[in-house]
């Protein structure tokens, strides 16, 4: 489903600022499989997430989607085969529209249409439904404004946009770092909810290592720019905090945000 050989990116290549982000990465995922991304500041976690999702050029290395190689592909043209929920609750959605018609929007994602589309009865009463499904109490408020929803339910809203037409692939990057621990843990059980009922293959930073061991299938640990460990199966099942930070230290990372996760 998701290959990454050997990919390198290079900022500011050539100059005395040159700073490798990515020093050749693999990463293979099967159909389905959830990976959770860990890793210090500067690691490569963002740039790695980005560089998948089009942002970013790289300077070596191929990225593979379904059997497509998309390395060279701009982001717009990559929205048919990539979802993305982002750290903040603000991005994902177009605040001055209502509920309804970000859903009609997210609906269209990666097809090809004029300026106008036509949303039928039948959809607008397939888009109530799934909102019902966030237990929010939001199918009541379809015709509310965006802007007007708290963090948490604007996070979940993005996440019901991103696996609307479910993408070949859903990025999460760090989509409840802004959220507070009780709507955080709302927004994981609704993840794990979408992604198991989809069989979505995701891959999913954060900075919780709680969550990155409950979370998916697999994970990885980055640091300067490569994966230097893997979890999977049994493995990751047998995983606790106190190992994953005991990996840390070994290789020299004290950042207090993972020591506090």
């Known amino acids: 489903m998701l290959d990454v050989q050997n990919l390198l990116k290079v900022f ?41 999702a089009g ?11 379904d059997g497509v190689d998309v390395t060279k592909m701009s982001e717009h043209k990559r929205a048919k085969f990539v979802s993305r929920v982002f750290q903040d609750p603000m991005k994902g959605t177009a605040a001055s529209m209502n509920i309804e018609d970000n859903l ?33 109490g939001l199918e009541s408020r379809m015709s509310t404004k965006v802007a007007l929803l708290s963090g948490g339910q604007r996070q979940a809203l993005t996440l019901l946009m ?18 507070d621990p009780k709507t955080a843990e709302k927004v994981l059980a609704l993840t794990r909810d979408i992604t198991s009922r989809n069989n979505q293959t995701t891959v999913m930073i954060t900075h919780n290592m709680k969550d990155a061991i409950e979370m998916g ?13 893997t979890a999977s199966g049994e ?18 990372q004290q950042n207090d945000r993972i020591l506090l996760s």
């Not at 050539?14 to 990976?35: P, R, S």
């Not at 299938?217 to 460990?229: A, C, D, P, Q």
């Open 55 to 65: 942002v970013f050029g790289v300077e070596g290395g191929n990225i593979l989607i």
């Open 235 to 252: 493995e990751k099942r047998n995983l606790t905090v106190d190992d994953l930070l005991k990996k840390f230290r070994e290789i020299g």
């Open 217 to 229: 299938n697999k994970l990885i640990m980055m640091s300067e720019g490569k994966i230097i460990y």
């Open 12 to 52: 500011h290549p050539n100059t005395v600022n040159q700073k490798v982000a990515l020093g050749g990465v693999n990463l293979h995922l099967d159909e389905g499989d959830f990976v959770t991304v860990i890793g210090g500041n500067g690691a490569g976690k963002s740039t790695l997430l980005n560089c998948i």
């Open 162 to 179: 991103a696996t609307l037409n479910k993408p070949k692939l859903l990025l999460l990057d760090e989509h409840t770092a802004a959220l």
């Open 104 to 136: 009609a929007l997210a609906s269209q994602r990666g097809k090809s249409h004029g300026l106008r589309w036509n949303v039928t009865k039948k959809d607008k009463e397939h888009f109530t439904e799934l909102v019902k499904t966030l237990g929010l």
